[in-house]
């Protein structure tokens, strides 16, 4: 060997478990083992066959004139006379070396086939604890004898290291896809949870507001009658003030009982307390945007997310931020609509603060709103669009305000406003500081 060749091969060797030592990802491990194969051999072509559940299936075709070109695909069809040679190394549980076209068309080619032979051939099984885990097969299509023992050897050196480096990044391949797996999964219940809590908020709007309805009917109802029945003791030709003081004393009564009517709701709601507890906010910020996804896309808004890549521990109710964050974004969402003439953009980020706490807002390049109208938009019903309540920024404003908070807003120049909110860090916040 000459030490040109040496030198290549120890390059190889090195890249090789360098690549095997870092690399996780499936279809990279795939992609350095047939890199280094054509590397070592000069083979010009060649091909990785995964094995799963005994039937052999291209994972990787690789070709070499003068650099290696590497294409990675599912199913790649098999040429005939490759996947022969696959099949009986498989079956064998041996390497194969054909070193002639002549050798290999006689045991490969069927009669009536046109299919390509090669000059000479290689092929070798790989296993992972005596079971198979793929088959590398490589192939020169200009020489006869090809693959010497000594280049043979070096690959059947590197064969075990390769089978362990594939087996290893199909473990982690089926974990990462557990995971997000999983991560959907959770993400389909929070929306359920979303929906329900949402669900939940009208019914319990519904009912507060029917309940309202109904304690206040009787007082108003006896007010109206009351100062009905004083106005017209007081516009007689002779007013009769005793009458018309009786009257307007019960309109006094009946208008102190519905202020305590409306105290008593006022406590009756405040004693809900929400359950707090420590969650990480940016997690929690990440799942939104990921729900409100379709909307995004549909509407071609372009997303950023600032400083959210870490976790940030805090304390608060998780669903109720999360109500939060959701009606910020679909109000941007709402004000970007109209938008033609400049890019259609939401930027939620989050920053931490002395004292520690953490203001998260949600800034868009929308409409903006009317300089002064700041406080008005807190105020339930009030809204601009033809199918809301407006109920979403007041309940925003109350949720901010059980954790301790207040909401801001504040237009942008030239365009667009920002809402944002600060929220306790929780005591042990891992990656702060
Ligand atoms: N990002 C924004 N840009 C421009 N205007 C906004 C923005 N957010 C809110 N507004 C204005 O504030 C009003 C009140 O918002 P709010 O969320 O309370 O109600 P809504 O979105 O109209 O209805 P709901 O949230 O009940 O479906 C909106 O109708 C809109 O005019
Ligand atoms: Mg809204």
Redesign the pocket.
């Known amino acids: 060997m000459s030490t040109d060749d040496e030198d290549s091969n120890i390059e190889a060797i090195a890249a090789l478990s360098n690549a095997f030592s870092e690399e996780v990802v499936l279809d990279r491990v795939l992609e350095t083992i047939v890199r280094v194969a054509l590397k070592c051999t000069g083979a010009t072509a060649g091909q990785l066959m995964l094995s799963d559940q005994g039937t052999l299936r291209t994972r990787v075709r690789a070709t070499s004139r003068q650099d290696v070109v590497v294409e990675i695909g599912s199913t790649i069809e098999d040429e005939p006379i490759t996947g022969l040679i696959a099949q009986a190394v498989a079956q064998a549980g041996r390497s194969l070396t054909l070193d002639t076209a002549n050798e290999t068309a006689e045991r490969f080619a069927r009669r009536d086939s046109e299919a390509r032979v090669p000059c000479s051939a290689f092929c070798l099984p790989l296993f992972h604890k005596r079971r198979l885990v793929a088959v590398l097969y490589l192939e020169n299509d200009r020489a006869n004898k090809a693959f010497p023992t000594r280049k043979r050897a070096l690959i059947e050196l590197l064969a075990s290291q390769m089978a362990i480096a594939l087996e290893n990044a199909r473990l982690s391949q089926a974990l990462y896809d557990e995971e997000r797996r999983r991560f959907f999964a959770e993400g389909r219940l929070r929306q359920a949870q979303f929906a329900l809590s949402e669900a939940t908020r009208a019914t319990a709007i519904e009912e507060l507001v029917g309940s309202i309805a109904h304690e206040l009917s009787q007082p108003l109802s006896a007010i109206d009658a009351s100062s009905g029945a004083a106005l017209r003791w007081l516009k007689r030709d002779v007013p009769n003030l005793e009458e018309a003081t009786i009257s307007l004393n019960k309109v006094q009564s009946c208008t102190t009982r519905a202020k305590v009517t409306i105290d008593r709701l006022r406590a009756a709601i405040s004693q809900s307390k929400t359950l707090f507890e420590e969650f990480d906010v940016h997690a929690a910020i990440r799942e939104v945007v990921l729900l409100a996804r379709s909307r995004i896309d549909e509407l071609d808004v372009q997303i950023e997310l600032a400083g959210m890549s870490v976790q940030c521990h805090v304390m608060g109710n998780r669903v109720q931020i999360q109500q939060v964050v959701d ?2 974004i ?3 969402l ?2 970007l609509t109209s938008i033609t003439q400049r890019p259609r953009i939401i930027s939620v980020s989050s920053a931490r603060h002395e004292g520690r706490t953490v203001v998260i807002s ?1 800034a ?1 390049s ?4 009317e300089p002064g109208s700041e406080d008005q ?2 105020r ?1 019903f ?4 033809p199918r ?9 404003k109350r949720i901010i305000e059980a954790h301790g908070s207040a909401m801001r807003v504040e237009p942008l120049t030239p365009f ?2 920002r ?1 944002s909110f600060t929220l306790d860090q929780a005591l042990q916040n891992n990656d702060a500081d």
């Open positions: 009606s910020l679909a109000n941007a709402d004000a949600v868009d929308g409409r903006g709103i938009l807190f339930p009030v809204t601009t669009k809301s309540i407006g109920i979403g920024l007041p309940i925003c667009g406003v809402f």
